[in-house]
């Protein structure tokens, strides 16, 4: 493989750590693969010895000029928490806490001027924090807010599409407000905390939501004042807590667009469960109490009711029934 241009390299080992020698890479480079111009890696070294590999030893032999005097030039950086050496831009994490992301000059060879290049890596942030940052998240597609507001100086909101809210603090008018005018791509709302309906009063309707989870909905307050789909009139796909069977066919005809639904029935008393043992009383049920199911019956559901209650439900929107499909847990194929 004398003409090899690019190569990459996922090891992990049980203990060896002749794969962090920088050095010895080198020379191997030089006499077996003198054409290589792309180098990437990530070596993972369990059991390492601390003491004869720190990351001053280890990075110092990664910092001569046959690494860094070349374009592209080869940077690495190591994680010493878990033992990895990896090359930058390529290895750099995607997943963060905001709090967690603190580059230390001794853990990479990348100079400062170019840290700007790990914050352009992460596609997936979690800002558990207030604390300022000297670069900005560009790339950020999944966003967790743990916190109650969001340092727009350090986040390009503007690329989010997924948007999981955990924080019970949040005002939902402001949050809302954030969504439409600075998150013009978001499309999956998470809201995971119990709020009260009465805070989506005079809140100009999320259009751009087309997949909405609500896990805590039946332990919010006012939750039957305030159509949902008033606020969220286009979505499609919904996982959400409920408290009845009542409130579930209440949501199957409010949501016009809806193909996909998962309801947990929470606070089951044992009434709920029982009236679901029989199939034929839960196929019956579905088209008794909804108006659009007895109108279209092709839709297909699934009851899992192992521990907690779950029913999955698909509502199909073509003009031809779907198949049946088989599995070995219960599922059930209902059409006209």
Same mark, same amino acid.
């Given at each position: 493989?004398?003409?090899?241009?690019?190569?990459?390299?996922?090891? &992990?080992?049980?203990?060896? &750590?002749?794969?962090?020698?920088?050095?010895?890479?080198?020379?191997?480079?030089?006499?077996?693969?003198?054409?290589?111009?792309?180098?990437?890696?990530?070596?993972?070294?369990?059991?390492?010895? @601390?003491?004869?590999?720190?990351?001053?030893?280890?990075?110092?032999?990664?910092?001569?000029?046959?690494?860094?005097? @070349? +374009? $592209?030039?080869?940077?690495?950086?190591? +994680?010493?928490?878990?033992?990895?050496?990896?090359?930058?831009?390529?290895?750099? $994490?995607?997943?963060?806490?905001?709090?967690?992301?603190?580059?230390?000059?001794?853990?990479?060879?990348?100079?400062?001027?170019?840290?700007?290049?790990?914050?352009?890596?992460?596609?997936?942030?979690? /800002?558990?924090?207030?604390?300022?940052?000297?670069?900005?998240?560009?790339?950020?597609?999944?966003?967790?807010?743990?916190?109650?507001?969001?340092?727009?100086?350090?986040?390009?909101?503007?690329?989010?599409?997924?948007?999981?809210?955990?924080? /019970?603090?949040?005002?939902?008018?402001?949050?809302?407000?954030?969504?439409?005018?600075?998150?013009?791509?978001?499309?999956?709302?998470?809201?995971?905390?119990?709020?009260?309906?009465?805070?989506?009063?005079?809140?100009?309707?999320?259009?751009?939501?087309?997949?909405?989870?609500?896990?805590?909905?039946?332990?919010?307050?006012?939750?039957?004042?305030?159509?949902?789909? &008033?606020?969220?009139?286009?979505?499609? @796909?919904?996982?959400?807590?409920?408290?009845?069977?009542?409130?579930?066919?209440?949501?199957?005809?409010?949501?016009?667009?809806?193909?996909?639904?998962?309801?947990?029935?929470?606070?089951?008393?044992?009434?709920?469960?029982?009236? /679901?043992?029989?199939?034929?009383?839960?196929?019956?049920?579905?088209?008794?109490?909804?108006?659009?199911?007895?109108?279209?019956? @092709?839709?297909?559901?699934?009851?899992?009711?192992?521990?907690?209650?779950?029913?999955?439900?698909?509502?199909?929107?073509?003009?031809? $029934?779907?198949?049946?499909?088989?599995?070995?847990?219960?599922?059930?194929?209902?059409?006209?």
């Amino acid at each position: 493989m004398p003409y090899l241009q690019q190569l990459e390299l996922i090891v &992990s080992s049980g203990g060896s &750590s002749n794969l962090l020698e920088g050095n010895q890479w080198e020379i191997f480079i030089k006499k077996h693969l003198p054409f290589l111009s792309m180098f990437n890696f990530k070596f993972q070294i369990i059991n390492i010895d @601390r003491n004869n590999y720190n990351e001053k030893n280890i990075l110092s032999q990664f910092s001569s000029s046959f690494w860094l005097n @070349r +374009n $592209p030039t080869w940077y690495v950086a190591y +994680n010493i928490d878990d033992f990895i050496l990896y090359t930058v831009p390529r290895f750099a $994490p995607r997943t963060i806490k905001h709090s967690l992301l603190s580059i230390l000059p001794h853990s990479t060879t990348l100079p400062v001027k170019q840290y700007f290049i790990y914050y352009n890596q992460i596609n997936e942030l979690e /800002l558990d924090s207030n604390d300022k940052s000297s670069y900005r998240y560009g790339n950020v597609t999944q966003l967790i807010l743990s916190i109650t507001k969001i340092d727009e100086s350090i986040i390009d909101l503007s690329k989010v599409k997924y948007l999981c809210v955990k924080s /019970l603090s949040w005002s939902l008018k402001k949050l809302f407000r954030i969504i439409k005018t600075s998150m013009t791509c978001l499309y999956h709302l998470k809201i995971d905390f119990n709020f009260s309906m009465v805070q989506l009063s005079d809140i100009y309707p999320l259009e751009q939501i087309r997949i909405l989870d609500l896990p805590q909905f039946s332990c919010s307050f006012n939750n039957n004042n305030i159509e949902l789909c &008033s606020i969220f009139p286009c979505v499609e @796909r919904l996982t959400i807590g409920i408290s009845s069977l009542h409130q579930m066919s209440h949501i199957i005809d409010q949501f016009i667009n809806l193909s996909s639904g998962s309801f947990h029935i929470m606070n089951d008393q044992g009434d709920i469960s029982h009236t /679901l043992t029989e199939t034929d009383t839960v196929y019956k049920w579905l088209i008794e109490k909804t108006n659009r199911l007895a109108i279209d019956r @092709r839709f297909t559901y699934r009851l899992d009711s192992q521990s907690d209650i779950w029913i999955h439900l698909w509502i199909s929107s073509e003009n031809i $029934p779907p198949e049946k499909v088989s599995y070995n847990y219960l599922f059930f194929l209902c059409f006209k």
